[in-house]
């Protein structure tokens, strides 16, 4: 065998051995690519007084999105949470959604959990056509607030007329308004004023406060001086406790009448103490059946306690999102999700049966309770009509 055959040999050998190599290289490249991921982004109040409002939903959605992770994630991708803090301020909620949508491949935001900063942030999302979907927003506003905007929660404006017929039924036809001064405080206490006036009821003094106030004694004192009959309160997670026990102190001799979930939280009743004894309050119905008691096991499994409000919704929320995505084949697309959406019916979710109507609104049974001996007891359960 003469040298040029010799080298061709070794020129072979060298070209097959890299052959070899790069093929190697590939097929573990390929085995060891990480799937596509699918970020879904959150604005949640995570610190601050009304972080007992976003912890909740961010470990419900977190929890379905380890569950759909564990399946094999949607159509292959696996999925991702993206939280940031908004602290229930519509300033700090859009610098959240500005930040999280700075990533162009985020078509869906889970939130706002507070009323004002929802609102603050449904412009945004609908002109740059980004799904916004809330897990516990309720001002009426939110209805017409843009095409991209749902909420997996009543509206103030069935949670109003029900309070309202509720209180009128009962024979008091003079109340007293004492709100929180923001969109959601306002959204309430303008439903509830609306159908109460309707029946017959008059509002005799309208007294608000703003978020942050650790003291409303001036307000309780004009309302004790009226001669309302009793006080329909409209009011956040840090400020329940102190109108129930400035009210207690000032001898206020009007029974409170809550239009919000706060006075459910433990943390509350645990603040306000005896004060909390006698209040009633309205909020969402407690979700029963399948759906919610295997919700129910898994958070108390991954977190060690039972759901606290609105991490069921939150939950739903983020299994609906995957739901819309794989009747895309895997594609994020928020035209294709809120058509999805549109068309949701009789979902059976952890909190609750889904239908969206034309505004991407929910219809829940609302309930009535009251704390006796410092529990909530529950009075009653109403479903409410459309219209």
Same mark, same amino acid.
């Given at each position: 065998?003469?040298?040029?055959?010799?080298?061709?040999?070794?020129?072979?050998?060298?070209v097959?051995?890299?052959?070899?190599?790069?093929?190697?290289?590939?097929?573990?490249?390929?085995?060891?690519?990480?799937?596509?991921?699918?970020?879904?982004?959150?604005?949640l109040?995570l610190?601050?007084?009304?972080?007992?409002?976003?912890?909740?939903?961010?470990?419900?959605?977190?929890?379905?999105?380890?569950?759909?992770?564990?399946?094999?994630?949607?159509?292959?991708?696996?999925?991702?949470?993206?939280?940031?803090?908004?602290?229930?301020d519509?300033?700090?909620?859009?610098?959240?959604?500005?930040?999280?949508?700075?990533?162009?491949?985020?078509?869906?935001?889970?939130?706002?959990?507070?009323?004002?900063?929802?609102?603050?942030?449904?412009?945004?999302?609908?002109?740059?056509?980004i799904?916004?979907?809330?897990?516990?927003?309720?001002?009426?506003?939110i209805?017409?607030?843009?095409?991209?905007?749902?909420?997996?929660?009543?509206?103030?404006?069935l949670?109003?007329?029900?309070?309202?017929?509720?209180?009128?039924?009962?024979?008091?036809?003079?109340?007293?308004?004492?709100?929180?001064?923001?969109?959601?405080?306002?959204?309430?206490?303008?439903?509830?004023?609306?159908?109460?006036?309707?029946?017959?009821?008059?509002?005799?003094?309208?007294?608000? !406060?703003? @978020?942050?106030?650790?003291?409303?004694?001036?307000?309780?004192? *004009?309302?004790?001086? &009226?001669? /309302? +009959?009793? #006080? %329909?309160?409209?009011?956040?997670?840090?400020?329940?406790?102190?109108?129930?026990?400035?009210?207690?102190?000032?001898?206020?001799?009007?029974?409170? !009448?809550? @239009?919000?979930?706060?006075?459910?939280?433990?943390n509350?009743? *645990?603040?306000?103490? &005896?004060? /909390? +004894?006698? #209040? %009633?309050?309205?909020?969402?119905?407690?979700?029963?059946?399948?759906?919610?008691?295997?919700?129910?096991?898994?958070?108390?499994?991954?977190?060690?306690?039972?759901?606290?409000?609105?991490?069921?919704?939150?939950?739903?929320?983020?299994n609906?999102?995957?739901? /819309?995505?794989?009747?895309?084949?895997?594609?994020?697309?928020?035209?294709?999700?809120?058509?999805?959406?549109?068309?949701?019916?009789?979902?059976q979710?952890?909190?609750?049966?889904?239908?969206?109507?034309?505004?991407?609104?929910?219809l829940?049974?609302?309930?009535?309770?009251?704390?006796?001996?410092?529990?909530?007891?529950?009075?009653?359960?109403?479903?409410?009509?459309?219209?």
């Amino acid at each position: 065998m003469n040298r040029n055959a010799l080298n061709w040999n070794k020129v072979f050998v060298i070209v097959l051995i890299l052959v070899v190599v790069i093929v190697g290289i590939l097929v573990y490249q390929k085995k060891t690519k990480q799937p596509e991921m699918i970020k879904i982004g959150a604005i949640l109040p995570l610190t601050g007084p009304n972080a007992q409002w976003g912890i909740p939903p961010k470990k419900g959605a977190q929890l379905a999105v380890d569950e759909i992770n564990g399946k094999g994630g949607i159509e292959g991708k696996l999925a991702r949470l993206i939280p940031e803090d908004t602290q229930c301020d519509p300033q700090k909620g859009v610098s959240a959604f500005r930040k999280i949508t700075a990533d162009k491949s985020i078509k869906v935001v889970l939130g706002g959990v507070c009323s004002s900063v929802t609102l603050a942030v449904a412009p945004l999302a609908e002109r740059g056509k980004i799904l916004l979907i809330s897990p516990a927003s309720t001002n009426p506003k939110i209805s017409n607030a843009g095409d991209y905007i749902f909420r997996v929660i009543p509206s103030d404006a069935l949670r109003g007329k029900v309070f309202a017929e509720f209180l009128f039924k009962k024979g008091i036809q003079k109340v007293a308004i004492l709100y929180v001064n923001n969109d959601g405080g306002r959204g309430n206490r303008d439903a509830f004023e609306k159908k109460f006036t309707e029946l017959g009821g008059k509002v005799v003094i309208e007294e608000s !406060y703003e @978020q942050d106030a650790t003291d409303v004694r001036t307000q309780l004192t *004009k309302i004790k001086n &009226s001669d /309302a +009959e009793a #006080v %329909v309160v409209v009011s956040y997670l840090g400020d329940t406790p102190i109108v129930m026990k400035q009210a207690k102190e000032l001898g206020l001799g009007k029974p409170l !009448y809550f @239009q919000t979930e706060a006075v459910e939280d433990p943390n509350v009743l *645990k603040a306000a103490g &005896s004060a /909390a +004894e006698g #209040v %009633v309050y309205i909020l969402p119905a407690p979700p029963q059946g399948e759906a919610y008691e295997k919700f129910k096991e898994k958070y108390k499994e991954k977190y060690g306690k039972d759901p606290e409000l609105f991490a069921a919704e939150a939950y739903d929320a983020i299994n609906l999102i995957a739901d /819309a995505i794989r009747a895309n084949g895997g594609v994020i697309d928020a035209d294709r999700i809120k058509e999805y959406l549109y068309n949701v019916k009789n979902y059976q979710g952890a909190s609750g049966i889904i239908t969206f109507d034309q505004n991407g609104d929910v219809l829940k049974p609302m309930a009535i309770k009251k704390i006796v001996n410092g529990k909530p007891k529950l009075i009653s359960i109403i479903m409410p009509e459309e219209g």
